[in-house]
């Protein structure tokens, strides 16, 4: 028979799937808000944001009850914590969407410009990215997780590209400088959102095995042979 605290682990990871859903939604519509120059788009980010926001407070509230109702074993209490962190990090995804949006809002009011970077392509990297990092918390699979680590790298370097390219283009069209900041704003969010994945892998990781892989550090040699809560 399944216990409180077991159900309440099930809902847990549930809610935060849902919101990690919402929050990869948010992301493509602020993508797509840029890419049609449509700001009812960008209006749907807005309003998606306050349904993350809402889910972030519902999730702290049930990881607290958990804590506050037993003292759970090691791996249940690292799958809390790392629901807690990974809380945090969509709801800023979801911020960051709403920056990407707001960007694109402003761009519509623009004349179009010719941007000489893809953010399609690195909007498509970011997604993978996050998708990936959700799909390594369901399948509670360490490796899934090293293999978003492994890919923070190429955006970052979309990243450094894009600063190089637009910079240029502002110093060559300086009447256009206001137009091409945004664009380079989007890019600079779309390399937060990485970071954020990145983020939620490396809580993925520690909840599997218990190794910090922050910065590179690992706090055990042992992985828990089953890193699934107990539920």
Known sequence: MRTRFQLGLDELKERLLEMGGMAEA????????????????????????????QSERTIDELSVDLLAMQQPMATDLRFVLA???????????????VNI?????????????????????????????????????LSAKSEVAQAVLEMDS???????????????QMKAHPERI??????????????????????????????????DVRHNVRLSQEPDTDATPNH
């Open 26 to 53: 948010a992301i493509e519509l602020a993508a797509d808000a840029y890419r049609k120059r449509d700001g009812r788009l960008a209006q749907q980010v807005f309003e998606r944001e306050k349904l993350i926001n």
């Open 178 to 211: 206001r137009a091409y900041l945004d664009v380079l704003l989007i890019s600079r969010s779309l390399e937060r959102i990485a970071d954020h994945a990145t983020n939620i892998a490396e809580d993925v990781i520690f909840w599997v095995s218990g190794d």
């Open 83 to 97: 629901v807690l962190k990974i809380n945090s990090d969509l709801e800023r995804v979801g911020d960051l969407a």
């Open 154 to 168: 190429i955006v970052d370097r979309m990243k450094d590209e894009a600063f190089i390219s637009l910079v240029g």
């Open 101 to 137: 949006a707001q960007r694109a809002v402003n761009l519509a009011q623009e004349p179009e410009i010719e941007v000489p970077v893809d953010i399609t392509r690195m909007t498509t990297a970011v997604s993978t990215m996050v998708r990936r990092a959700l799909e390594s918390f």
